[in-house]
Nanobody, 120 residues
Framework: QVELAESGGDLVQPGGSLTLSCVASGSIFGIVAARWYRQAPGKERELIGSIASDDTTQYVDSVKGRFTISKDNTKRTAYLHLSAVQPEDTARYYC??????????????WGLGTQVTVSS
């Protein structure tokens, strides 16, 4: 069984920072690529950034320069580091990763999300 689980969400003050983790478990070789999404109340889920197999990253303009995505396959973990957070960053954050499994190729998996609330 292959699973993806986010953690690290919390209440953080405006201007603060936070690091979210996305841990892959099960019969996998590792994380090929990953994407982070977020969904605020009453809004659609939006893609905010991604990391490719060669560690190339891309971000939407609203988070560029403030958020950083990375991955560490020795820990089977992708990360989203948030800095200079603003109240509009309040949302549930989701990880979507392409995992190379040991027996059935590479497939896309979703976690259940972790809540980030920015408030003073």
């Amino acid at each position: 069984q292959v699973e993806l689980a986010e953690s690290g969400g919390d209440l953080v003050q405006p201007g603060g920072s936070l690091t979210l983790s996305c841990v892959a478990s099960g019969s996998i070789f590792g994380i090929v690529a990953a994407r982070w999404y977020r969904q605020a109340p009453g809004k659609e889920r939006e893609l905010i950034g991604s990391i490719a197999s060669d560690d190339t990253t891309q971000y939407v303009d609203s988070v560029k320069g403030r958020f950083t995505i990375s991955k560490d396959n020795t820990k089977r973990t992708a990360y989203l580091h948030l800095s200079a957070v603003q109240p509009e960053d309040t949302a549930r954050y989701y990880c979507n990763a392409d995992l190379k499994t040991t027996g059935w190729g590479t497939h896309s998996y979703w976690g259940l999300g972790t809540q980030v609330t920015v408030s003073s």
